[in-house]
């Protein structure tokens, strides 16, 4: 019998967060005259002081399904739709579709 501990796969050397860091914030001085500010309606970014926000505009963005057609004699094409009729573009055969 062996004595030790046995060790599996990789082990990470304390806690880690991939793909966060921390952004140091700047302090400004306030101006004197400045009227005073509620905490809550200063923006987030500001009362977290670790936490960045950024706004964006969203995009809209549309995806296709692309129907590949293979005909008996062997030509291939691609439809946007899928049909349940077609005719081969190059033996001009009228051919039932089936997936």
């Not at 062996?2 to 796969?9: E, F, P």
């Not at 990470?12 to 952004?23: F, S, Y």
């Not at 291939?76 to 349940?84: A, G, H, Q, R, V």
């Amino acid at each position: 019998m062996k004595n030790g501990t046995a060790h599996r796969g990789h082990a990470r050397p304390g806690p880690q967060n991939p793909g966060l860091t921390a952004i140091p914030t700047v302090k400004e001085a306030k101006p004197t005259a400045a009227p005073r500010v509620s905490p809550s309606s200063q923006p987030v970014s500001a009362l977290e002081s670790d936490i960045v926000v950024r706004e964006e505009e969203l995009g809209t963005i549309k995806a296709q399904r692309l129907y590949k057609m293979r005909c008996e004699c062997g030509r291939s094409w691609f439809e946007l739709e899928l049909p349940t009729l077609v005719e081969c573009p190059a033996c001009k055969k009228l051919g039932l579709v089936s997936a």
